[in-house]
């Protein structure tokens, strides 16, 4: 469930979930990149989120749910968002039937994997594209 608290005199609201190490240190890169806080971004990842509604575009959800053995490839992330945020992510799990934790998981894969893939996906989808673009030219 949501946990509301106060930042600089906002109200926030959070909630966790686990998602892959390696994602958490890419969106911790890109939030050092950006020269924003980790907060900063999980703000920005869910305004853009909710405003492109991804989830009906075909983005399947993830399981944000710990896995069944203590895997250390994995973390407990918390993400803590304006109240507005949180409760429109919450309305988003509950029409779609899946979990809070569900929901913040496949948000922060489509921000750190469609909106700012790392360089080697950005490379592979280059050259599947060239090798599709080569067999229609055939």
Known sequence: MLTP?????????????VIPLKMHLYIQA?????????RAVHEDCASRFLAEKAWEKGLRWRDGHRPALADPE???????????????LAEVSRRNGVGLPDVLYT??????WVLYPPLHEQERRKT????????EER
């Open 5 to 17: 608290s106060l930042f600089n005199g906002m109200s926030y609201a959070g909630e966790s979930t």
């Open 74 to 88: 994995w973390v407990e992330v918390n993400v803590r968002i304006p109240c507005d945020l949180a409760d429109n």
């Open 128 to 135: 599947k594209f060239r090798a599709s673009k080569a067999r």
């Open 30 to 38: 890109l939030a050092f990149v950006q020269g924003m806080t980790l």
């Open 107 to 112: 948000m922060l894969y489509w921000y750190s």
